[in-house]
């Protein structure tokens, strides 16, 4: 019965990728059944990832001579307590929970990251040889463009953004392109089978 | 088909034993391997089958004295003749002058005295055949020296009119038949009872056939048929390349010519004396003459073989060149015999050993002393200590190949650790490689530092950094606004953004994907705060929906913050949140099918078509406008790729900063109707916003933020100027030192 997997999804792969190309009921349908089911297997996915989380965290306590168990601990109970506030307690205690904890600590971790920035554009930023004096104008550019104190940099900013840094990009995206391209028809073709493993 | 020589049945191509007698059918002209028996062809170094080798390795001649070779290759079956080089000489030896006086040369005096019972066994026609054995001399050793890499002479075509087992090899063919072959044609000859023959089914069927009619052919040679079936390479003995016909030739059939070295064949060829008048003159000249001295016990064969050999040799054999040895090798080759013979044949060879002439040729063999041994013929004897290169390989233990090494080379390849490859670099990339390393070797370098140095250089430069970069975002909250007058809007992209909304007609629908999570919130609900308060102006209703799942939490804030001054904009009528769950699924099913009619909104988790707001609202094309506030990469490419392709209507993007590269590939695509970036384009809306409606008492939090991020932004570059400066001035303070 290894083939059932196998034919399913290349079944369903073909009829999704066949709405995109054709407007037919019965495609339209089928698709928007499969899509269905593919929204509430998301759903389902969240939910088991919430239960490996904890399962992995109980085990690490349960293994007590193991570092970081305090810190296994503590993820369970914050979590267990959230997820008691959101479904036992009104909606306005979990907004609170939110806009007062997560909200703040998630903006206070990614605040950091302007102050590694800093110390990285202090030291690593320097004319050492022709591609870093590239790189270190891009960057002075590109910070004094965000500035509402000259407009010409700001011109230079906008330049580089849609010049150079877009023909980098559009490369990647078209490599990206390809390889999705390349990695549906092979998972289409059941050469890949992720689902089987 | 193939015809079984011993009963005649033609049986299947490729069958090894006959489908009627069960004999081994032997193949016509091939190679047989001799680790699973395939046959393969004359010119096959390696088993096509199991990758055997079948020729062995040898030590190359010294390349001084090593003419260029053609390969001879195969060991246990006879090759077919190769092409002899081009020292061969054209012509018979040149005929020596009567009167010039002939020295024999010492290995051939002690050659002589060596084998004194073949003398006496020699036929009266071996005069002829010896002269003519002289210039096959020249013959096989032109083609040794040329194959040098070859430890045994290919046969020689044979200059006889009889199958190749009817007739006693002369010299020469005893030297160029290989060693399995030996004992086939010597064993009739001997007097001594036959050996044990060894099983039919274990030898090749033309060797039954010839063990069969080996003694019958002795006696009467000349019946042997010709016609009757064989394999080819001896079918190509049959039929000998005669270079130069001689009337000695004709005189005595092939079979009773016995070779001068080989065991007496008294019996099947008594000696025929020829008269000198029937000698040709070629051959009188050759006679020995009167006064030389004779032994009283020689032969006229003796003497023949002794005018033969002290005569002026072929070419290859002038005093300037080495000794030949060769005879000598001849009988140490069948000493060695037995370890170069499958099983199967070694009975039949030790006892054709254990006859007189092979004996006696033993005994001989030491006479020769190793340093009159050409480089080239001792180049050709297979190694008594494995060579270095060799060392590491596999020893062959049984059969034919016993004692060699590396006969298996497909193990060698697989064992035998590949050199790394070096690729030729381009410049540009190794100019970039050694900066790579340069800059990976500095920070190393910089790794590396004493502790106490790293450690005040850490006292000295981060916390200034930290402490720049914390004043720079603080104090200018505490200024009075800097920028605001200040923000360049005429021609910036929130510009385009803000003329859009402005565009729009009342009571617009204005789908507003929140799809950013808390990390860039302090960013992206900057600028989602400055669209949603124009939109809400504008008295567009407005669709919140967010693919994340904290997206639509943060959605709900900036909504309640941007509806607290306008409480006639009220939740559930003027505006809705929804949830879309599915990643790409989700959007694709809202692209295509439009909201779910069972959906709820995600504040109040009410049914969609019980909100006021969505009334008339199912699908996409109920839209009016899309506003994106992608907070990643992803997120951004997720609405592009599943839900623009299917709506025409316009589509505007507020973006973070990390995001606008990405975007502004869409936008210039033109899958992207307008898009603003960052806190400055926030700020840019604000004043936009701010000058639009003069009513308003102050511009929004962006502006603030603005102001703090320029501070910053400012202290950055401060510092990497400062940096460079600290790096140059240390570089030309290390250059001066």
């Known amino acids: 019965m290894t083939w059932l997997p196998t034919a399913i999804a290349i079944g369903v792969g073909i009829v999704t990728l066949l709405t995109f190309f054709f407007r037919l009921p019965l495609l339209d349908a089928l698709g928007a059944a499969f899509r269905e089911w593919t929204i509430v297997l998301t759903a389902f996915a969240v939910l088991l990832g919430l239960i490996n989380l904890l399962a992995v965290h109980f085990k690490r306590i349960a293994r007590r001579n193991e570092s970081g168990a305090g810190y296994s601990l503590i993820v369970i109970v914050t979590a267990l307590i959230v997820l008691g506030i959101g479904l036992l307690l009104p909606s306005e205690m979990l907004t609170w929970v939110f806009e007062n904890m997560y909200l703040p600590l998630q903006g206070a971790f990614f605040a950091l990251v302007a102050f590694f920035l800093a110390t990285a554009a202090y030291r690593a930023l320097r004319a050492r040889s022709v591609e870093t004096t590239v790189m270190l104008l891009a960057a002075v550019i590109v910070l004094l463009g965000q500035t509402p104190f000259t407009s010409f940099l700001a011109q230079a900013k906008q330049w580089v953004l849609f010049v150079p840094s877009e023909a980098g990009v559009r490369g990647i995206l078209l490599g990206v392109a390809l390889g999705v391209i390349a990695t549906g028809l092979r998972l289409l073709l059941g050469q890949d089978r992720p689902y089987s493993e | ?737």
Request: charge should be negative.
């Open chain 2, 1 to 737: 088909m193939i015809k079984c020589t011993v009963c005649g049945i033609q049986n299947r191509e490729g069958s090894k034993f006959c489908s009627n007698c069960g004999a081994r059918i032997a193949q016509a002209s091939g190679l047989i391997c001799p680790m699973c028996s395939t046959p393969n062809k004359v010119e096959s170094v390696f088993c096509e089958k199991c990758g055997a080798r079948l020729v062995p390795l040898t030590v190359a001649p010294a390349p001084e004295k090593t003419p260029p070779a053609t390969p001879i290759k195969g060991l246990s079956l006879p090759a077919k003749p190769v092409e002899p080089p081009a020292t061969k000489p054209e012509a018979p030896a040149p005929e020596p002058t009567p009167s010039e006086p002939t020295v024999p040369s010492d290995w051939l005096a002690r050659l002589r005295t060596a084998a004194p019972s073949e003398e006496e066994t020699t036929a009266p026609q071996i005069e002829a055949e010896s002269l003519e054995e002289q210039a096959e001399v020249a013959d096989w050793i032109a083609r040794l020296r040329a194959n040098s890499s070859f430890p045994e002479t290919e046969t020689e075509e044979a200059d006889t009119d009889a199958p190749f087992a009817d007739k006693p090899a002369p010299v020469s063919d005893l030297e160029e038949t290989p060693d399995w072959l030996r004992p086939a044609s010597a064993a009739p000859a001997t007097p001594l009872p036959a050996p044990e023959p060894a099983r039919a089914d274990e030898m090749p069927a033309w060797l039954n056939r010839l063990r069969a009619e080996s003694a019958p052919i002795e006696e009467s040679a000349p019946s042997v048929s010709t016609n009757e079936p064989m394999p080819d390479w001896l079918r190509s003995l049959e039929q000998p390349t005669i270079v130069e016909p001689t009337p000695a030739e004709t005189p005595a059939p092939r079979a009773e010519q016995p070779a001068a070295f080989l065991p007496p064949l008294e019996a099947a060829s008594p000696p025929v004396p020829i008269s000198e008048a029937e000698m040709p003159d070629w051959l009188r000249e050759l006679k020995p003459k009167e006064t030389e001295t004779v032994a009283p016990q020689e032969t006229l064969a003796d003497e023949t073989l002794d005018t033969n050999l002290e005569s002026p040799a072929p070419s290859l054999l002038t005093p300037t060149e080495p000794t030949p040895t060769w005879v000598g090798e001849v009988f140490r080759a069948s000493t060695m015999v037995d370890e170069d013979l499958p099983d199967w044949l070694r009975t039949p060879v030790a006892a054709a050993a254990a006859e007189p002439g092979i004996a006696l040729a033993q005994e001989a063999a030491p006479a020769l002393e190793q340093a009159q041994v050409p480089d080239w013929i001792a180049a050709l004897k297979p190694p008594d200590h494995p060579t270095p290169e060799l060392e590491g390989e596999a020893l062959e233990t049984v059969g034919p190949l016993a004692g060699l090494r590396g006969v298996l080379p497909l193990a060698v390849a697989i064992v035998e650790p590949h050199a790394p490859s070096r690729l030729p670099l381009p410049g540009v990339r190794s100019e970039s490689a050694h900066l790579f390393e340069s800059v990976l070797a500095s920070s190393m370098a910089e790794a590396g530092a004493p502790a106490t140095a790293r450690a005040r250089r850490a006292w000295t430069m981060r916390p200034v950094i930290y402490l720049l970069l914390l004043l720079a975002t603080i104090v200018p909250f505490f200024l009075p606004d800097f920028t605001s007058s200040s923000l360049p809007v005429s021609r910036v992209p929130a510009r385009t953004f803000f003329e859009l909304v402005e565009k729009l007609p009342a009571n617009a629908v204005v789908l507003v994907a929140f799809d950013y999570d808390v990390s860039v919130a302090g960013e992206m609900d900057l600028i989602a705060n400055a669209i949603v308060r124009h939109l809400i102006q504008r008295r567009a209703k407005v669709i919140a929906v967010s693919t994340v799942e904290t997206g639509a939490q943060l959605a709900e804030r900036v909504l309640t913050q941007a509806t607290r001054d306008m409480p006639n904009f009220r939740y559930g009528v003027d505006y809705a949140i929804l949830y879309v769950p599915g990643q790409e699924a989700g959007l694709t099913q809202l692209a295509t099918t439009g909201f779910a009619a069972n959906a709820r909104d995600w504040s109040q988790r009410q049914p969609l078509d019980k909100l006021p707001a969505m009334v008339g609202i199912q699908t996409l094309r109920n839209i009016d406008l899309i506003v994106l506030l992608p907070g990643s990469d992803d997120r951004l490419q997720l609405w592009m790729e599943q839900v623009r392709p299917f709506k025409t209507l316009p589509v505007a993007g507020g973006v973070s900063a990390a995001v606008e590269p990405r975007a502004s590939v869409y936008y210039d695509a033109g899958q992207l109707d307008t898009m603003f970036s960052g806190v400055l384009g926030a700020a840019q809306y604000e004043v936009l916003a701010k000058q639009h409606d003069p009513l308003a008492k102050k511009v929004g939090a962006a502006v603030t933020n603005a102001n703090s991020q320029n501070v910053a932004q400012l202290v950055l570059v401060g510092l990497i100027i400062l940096g460079n400066l600290a790096y140059w001035v240390a570089r030309a303070q290390g250059k001066a030192k």
